[in-house]
């Protein structure tokens, strides 16, 4: 009777065991898979891991909002305020150099950030590229391992989070809004320090 007994927890207990780990997945699945918009094809949104090719490490960007409404976007939508990275190796891609581009569904760059000053979305006020706003975040890594931006000016910021270990590159003034970004892509060189 004690066997049997001992048997039917176990059997339980594996049960429960597999039913969390198909809801963890499923979970993830679903989170994946959230679309933000109602354009066709439906956009995804969501973190992503990209490979920085010039040292051979793996980072995961995300796209950072603040609330619906700001920064000129309309009621129920976020303006893109910026990119967060984790994840980053900062010593084994010593003397690295990367540009982060954002893409819509079409693959045509868009703008990072307004660099006149101006409160308004380029839907609203047209941005022209390296005159009103700059697409290019470009990111640079010493030989410390110290990361710095490569093209500093008064429009965009990197931040550190030393409890997260994340990288935040906050945009001042936002050109777009989060739901147009198709995707992000990296470029990476060596900077030959």
């Given amino acids: 009777m004690d066997g049997t007994r001992s048997n039917k927890s176990v059997s339980a207990r594996m049960s429960i065991g597999l039913l969390i780990i198909l809801f963890t997945g499923l979970g993830a699945v679903l989170a994946a898979n959230l679309s933000l918009s109602n354009s066709l094809p439906p956009q995804e949104f969501g973190q992503g891991t990209y490979q920085i090719k010039a040292c051979d490490s793996w980072i995961t960007m995300d796209l ?14 976020s303006a893109l305020t910026g990119i967060s990275i984790a994840q980053l190796d900062t010593k084994t891609c010593a003397n690295t150099n990367f540009t982060i581009n954002i893409l819509d569904s079409h693959n045509e760059t868009l703008p990072a950030y307004r660099t006149d000053g101006a409160a308004a979305l380029c839907a609203e006020l047209a941005c022209k590229q390296d005159e009103t706003s700059q697409a290019d975040l470009r990111l640079a890594i010493d030989k410390a391992g110290a990361v710095t931006l490569a093209n500093p000016d008064d429009f965009h910021s990197l931040e550190f989070d030393s409890k997260t270990s994340i990288y935040s590159v906050k945009f001042l003034q936002p050109t777009i809004l989060a739901n147009d970004v198709g995707r992000l892509i990296i470029q990476s060189s060596d900077s030959g320090k």
């Avoid at 950072?64 to 409404?69: H, R, V």
């Avoid at 920064?71 to 939508?77: D, R």
Wanted: glycine share 28%.
């Fill in 64 to 77: 950072t909002t603040q609330g619906t409404g700001s920064f000129g976007a309309p009621a129920g939508l």
